[in-house]
């Protein structure tokens, strides 16, 4: 009871505190994120990172599939590597190609 009481007045404080901010300054922060999103650099970066993650992400699944080989059932690694080749060559959401 006591952590809904807490959310409660924690959505109450976050509500006044916006309301006296205005639409003004919403839109003011919603300009500057859509710039930061827009920055050539920026998404460089998030480009590199997500190719760094997929690649770190596919030795981590060698990895676990030379140390588990051919213990697993044959139904769930059937699944796994349909999941596996329904993703590739595909664009996500943000573009980039999951390779």
Same mark, same amino acid.
Do not use: F
């Given at each position: 009871m006591r952590y809904r009481l807490t959310f409660a007045a924690g959505l109450a404080l976050g509500y006044v505190l916006g309301t006296k901010a205005g639409r003004e &300054?919403?839109? $003011?922060? /919603? /300009?500057? %994120? &859509?710039? #930061? %999103? $827009? @920055?050539? %650099? #920026? &998404? @460089?970066? %998030?480009e590199s990172a997500a190719q760094t993650s997929r690649e770190v992400a596919g030795k981590a699944f060698q990895a676990v599939s030379d140390k588990v080989g051919d213990k697993v059932p044959a139904s769930v690694a059937g699944r796994v590597r349909s999941l596996r080749e329904r993703g590739q060559g595909t664009e996500d959401d943000w573009g980039t190609t999951n390779t």
């Open positions: &300054r919403y839109e $003011q922060l /919603k /300009k500057s %994120a &859509r710039q #930061v %999103a $827009q @920055n050539p %650099a #920026v &998404r @460089n970066t %998030a």
